[in-house]
């Protein structure tokens, strides 16, 4: 009521203008661009560009002078320092100016994905970036969420959240729930957020936040608060500007006060000699500073930049060349960084050994796998893919390990499902009914804390299993058990609240890998003197 949106045919023309009037449309704002000046005041502002510019004001000065009294004088020194200034300032410009357009063709991209919309009572896709608060978004398996939603329609709706909260196991929503105001991000059922993806089922929402006021954009906008510091290497080269500065000054002062005495003593000393003396000593200053080095500071971060930007590193600032070359501690996120998250069965329990996927001899554990699942294919051939919960993809997966040929949805062809009950957070487990040939077969899946417990197994055995779970538990590993229970007929029993007597089948080990060339990335560091943290 309060977005004026419809929740069947979504808003309407004037709906849309209104809202589009006092909320926007789903743009982050962009921070102001730099111009050309600012810029060039901003390369010019290094230490020893300044020290260089200084002494170029004081060398053409003194030439010119030199020039107007008698008519001649030597410029080179001043052409000089005068060129190193503008071949240094030159690179850096030219530089960065590539390093923003790639930033911001990358910009372009992500901005551009389509989204379906309900408008006027008609379903139509349009740029993400032309949603508005109150549009009715259509959720669909696979699809990324573009800006932040109340749902108002769930059919087995679970979202890959782990963009906001670090955590990749699936966050399953309930578009029915109504939650208290203060209730933590990870824990809103019924909202939906953008830079998150669905997994599996569908809905819709209805958009309450875009831009800026997405979480997403909350924390983008609070990135980019934050003031720049000096680079080590500005820190650094600062540092040795002020040695230079007071050594030159130094020095100039005593071959002052000593050539003033010299001159006194001889009797010379007058304010034209004392003049040239002066001059002499503000040239032994500028003579000090070495005019190459930041031409070839700037000259050696190009090349750096250059050779990052070939291994896919994009660098907005060159100075940040160096400042990676200076870090001693690295902090990394665990889960898509460290790890593939990619959820994988490393092994199946289903006696008293455990085995590999592809050595799984049990056919009833192969069919829970494929048949009691919501988790489909996508593409063919080296690019399939298997959309779904993260748990759900990698038990299809295994199950394609055990067999050769494998196609999950022609498997299931032979099968007609007769009733079904969809995992949630309560239940913490998932069934699947279908028509055998003499009768009916439910599969369960779900925590062993529940399974366990609704099947028929001796107390000894149960705290052996408990056992043993705990144990891979301990080495970071989801434990998923699997039961099924026949009957005859097509009614297993089960959806008239039937919670008991299924057969125990055996567990399943879940990790999300590490990436393959983790190990050697952190020995790398850890020689060259890195220190790495996890952060989870």
Do not use: W
């Not at 030159?90 to 063709?105: C, P, Q, R």
């Not at 750096?304 to 100075?319: R, T, V």
Request: overall charge positive; aromatic content about 8%; glycine content about 10%.
């Amino acid at each position: 009521k309060r977005l004026g949106t419809n929740l069947k045919s979504g808003l309407d023309e004037k709906g849309l203008e209104r809202n589009v009037e006092k909320y926007g449309y789903n743009k982050l704002s962009e921070r102001k661009k730099r111009g050309f000046f600012a810029k060039l005041f901003g390369a010019l502002k290094e230490p020893m560009l300044v020290i260089l510019a200084f002494g170029f004001i004081v060398a053409f000065g003194t030439s010119l002078g030199t020039f107007l009294r008698t008519g001649e004088a030597d410029f080179g020194e001043s052409i000089g320092i005068l060129a190193a200034i503008a071949l240094s300032v030159t690179i850096t410009l030219v530089m960065e100016g590539s390093s923003e357009k790639a930033f911001a063709a990358l910009k372009r991209i992500y901005d551009d994905a389509p989204v379906k919309v309900i408008r006027n009572g008609e379903t139509v896709l349009i740029s993400q970036s032309y949603l508005t608060v109150g549009d009715l978004v259509v959720l669909e398996t696979g699809d990324k969420i573009v800006a932040d939603g109340r749902l108002v329609e769930c059919d087995g709706l679970s979202l890959d959240e782990s963009a906001l909260t670090g955590e990749n196991h699936s966050g399953f929503k309930n578009a029915e729930k109504v939650l208290a105001l203060g209730t933590p991000l990870a824990e809103r059922t019924n909202s939906v957020y953008s830079g998150t993806f669905v997994r599996t089922g569908g809905g819709k929402m209805i958009v309450t936040a875009v831009g800026d006021n997405t979480e997403m954009g909350i924390i983008a906008g609070e990135l980019g608060e934050k003031k720049e510091e000096p680079s080590p290497l500005a820190a650094k080269l600062d540092k040795l500007g002020k040695i230079i500065t007071a050594t030159g000054a130094a020095a100039a002062v005593f071959v002052l006060m000593l050539s003033a005495v010299r001159l006194a003593a001889r009797g010379t000393l007058d304010f034209n000699g004392f003049q040239e003396l002066c001059i002499s000593c503000i040239i032994l200053i500028i003579a000090a500073v070495p005019e190459g080095l930041p031409t070839i500071v700037a000259v050696s971060l190009a090349l750096n930049m250059i050779k990052l930007a070939k291994e896919n590193a994009l660098i907005k600032k060159m100075a940040a060349t160096e400042t990676a070359g200076a870090v001693s501690v690295i902090c990394s996120d665990k889960t898509g960084t460290l790890t593939k998250n990619e959820m994988t069965v490393v092994s199946v329990c289903a006696s008293e050994y455990c085995t590999v996927p592809e050595k799984l001899q049990s056919e009833v554990l192969c069919e829970n796998f494929i048949l009691n699942s919501t988790a489909r294919a996508a593409g063919r051939g080296k690019n399939a893919r298997y959309i779904g919960s993260g748990t759900e993809c990698a038990l299809l997966s295994a199950a394609e390990k055990r067999f050769k040929k494998f196609d999950a949805e022609k498997f299931r062809e032979g099968y007609k499902i007769l009733y079904r009950t969809p995992f949630s957070s309560e239940n913490k487990y998932m069934t699947t009914t279908v028509k055998t040939a003499a009768g009916a077969r439910t599969y369960l899946k779900g925590a062993p804390e529940k399974v366990i417990y609704m099947c028929d197994l001796p107390e000894e055995k149960r705290k052996r299993l408990f056992s043993e779970i705990e144990v891979h538990m301990k080495k970071a590993a989801r434990i998923i058990c699997f039961a099924h229970k026949d009957a005859d007929g097509e009614k297993s029993g089960y959806e008239k609240g039937d919670t008991k007597g299924f057969s125990y089948d055996g567990f399943a080990v879940i990790k999300d890998p590490v990436r393959e060339d983790v190990k050697a990335s952190v020995k790398k560091c850890f020689a060259a003197g890195i220190k790495v943290k996890m952060l989870t």
